[in-house]
């Protein structure tokens, strides 16, 4: 009987996940975000298409920085989702599949979501 010395519990600090698994949990988390923050989001945009009273005081609310902050945060996980999906069937259709080539996407997928939300939230603040 061969007895292997297994792990009794896992150390979450010493796990290194390579960069396509940070982008795929990112790819999560993001949509999770969005799936959650819809009904919010299309509250406000109802709110602020049904009176010019409450399209003011919704972009008097979106002037503070706190809540630009969050809407950045929110164009983050979008794009970040957005580019991640692309990426993710892209894989389905069996391109990309060699390790060097899901690095570099992965980390094509970081560097055009932290650009776009740059430079929209540089545009938009």
């Not at 298409?49 to 003011?56: D, I, K, P």
Request: glycine letters at 8%; hydrophobic letters at 55%; aromatic letters at 10%.
């Amino acid at each position: 009987m061969q007895t292997k010395k297994r792990p009794v519990f896992l150390e979450i600090n010493n796990i290194r996940l390579p960069i396509p698994g940070i982008v795929s949990i990112l790819h999560r988390i993001s949509g999770v975000i969005l799936f959650l923050m819809l009904p919010v989001l299309l509250c406000l945009l109802g709110g602020s298409l049904s009176s010019g009273e409450t399209f003011e005081s919704y972009k008097n609310l979106v002037g503070n920085p706190l809540v630009k902050l969050v809407l950045i945060g929110l164009m983050w996980a979008f794009w970040h989702h957005f580019f991640a999906g692309i990426r993710f069937l892209l894989l389905d259709a069996h391109k990309g599949l060699d390790l060097p080539t899901a690095r570099l996407t992965a980390k094509i997928v970081f560097a055009a979501a932290l650009v776009l939300t740059v430079i929209l939230g540089v545009v938009l603040w």
